[in-house]
């Protein structure tokens, strides 16, 4: 068995000389608020270039209320409201019957917190759906016979899944293969291999007295990965102790 690390960096190589396209498809009450984060930036290049297909579907169009109410009274009484089993059942049977899918998500703050490691896992994926939780949540039904991956952002609540959502779609699609210009770059992202980032310096050399530290103007590549290493290291253990353990033990 591959680690979860090797797997992520073979098929990524694999990937590239056999361009795919990633689908995802987003079931939320409120597509608007995903209008921005899924339309700018690298999001919207890895979309132009055909890279990934992010479908936004509003769970209202399967409502079969007259209403295209999407939600109704819990049993338990004073609970607020939940998300119905009907127009969700609906939205996932017909998304079923298109094509396979690898992974059925559903954000909610009581699922597993997300890392890394997690979006590295997707990316190897072909196609699969994100569904928002909303009001006091879904029905637990769609839980129990849908739903393969239960998703949180962290220990905080949001008003709804759809900026998980977000976080999940542009943390799966800045890695897929050919999506960042410079190829390696998702590789060598802070969290890859439990370390942070070193810190990054642009022009000038000098400014108002601030210097770059003299190694980076040295023009000695192997130096310069010593630090970087180095500094890598040191930031971990000051600012994330959690994730330096984690690295002395995956190393
Ligand atoms: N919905 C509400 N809070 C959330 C969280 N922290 N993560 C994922 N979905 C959520």
């Known amino acids: 068995m591959f680690s979860p690390i090797f797997s ?9 000389l056999n ?4 689908r995802i498809d987003i079931i939320t009450v409120l597509p608007e608020i995903l209008e921005s984060p899924l339309n700018f930036s690298i999001v919207k290049r890895a979309r132009d270039k055909g890279l990934a297909e992010i ?13 295209r109410r999407v939600d ?3 049993f338990s009484k004073g609970a607020g409201m939940v998300m119905a089993i009907q127009p969700i059942e609906k939205a ?3 998304l079923k019957s298109e094509r396979n899918y690898d992974e059925i998500i559903y954000t909610t703050p009581d699922g597993k917190v997300f890392d890394q490691k997690t979006a590295n896992i997707l990316s190897m994926y072909n196609n699969i759906i994100i569904l928002c939780g909303h009001y006091k949540g879904i029905d637990q039904r769609i839980r129990d016979h849908y739903i393969t991956l239960e998703i949180s952002i962290g220990d905080y609540v949001l008003t709804g899944g ?3 959502a977000a976080v999940i779609t542009d943390s799966v699609v800045r890695i897929l293969p050919g999506v960042l210009s410079d190829e390696t770059s998702a590789l060598t992202d ?10 990054v310096y642009t022009r000038p050399a000098v400014y108002k007295g601030m210097k770059v530290p003299d190694v980076l103007l040295s023009g000695n590549d192997k130096l ?6 180095n500094q890598s290291i040191e930031r971990t253990k000051k600012l994330r102790p959690d994730l330096f353990r984690k690295y002395l033990r995956e190393e």
């Open 92 to 94: 996932i049977e017909k």
């Open 19 to 22: 361009q795919k396209i990633m």
């Open 190 to 199: 802070s969290f890859q291999d439990n370390l942070l980032s070193p810190p």
């Open 55 to 67: 479908i936004v579907h509003n769970l209202r169009d399967y409502s079969d209320d007259k209403h």
């Open 162 to 164: 759809e900026l998980a």
């Open 8 to 16: 992520f960096v073979l098929n990524f190589t694999f990937a590239q």
């Open 72 to 74: 109704d009274y819990s």
């Open 224 to 229: 310069i990965d010593d630090w970087k290493h």
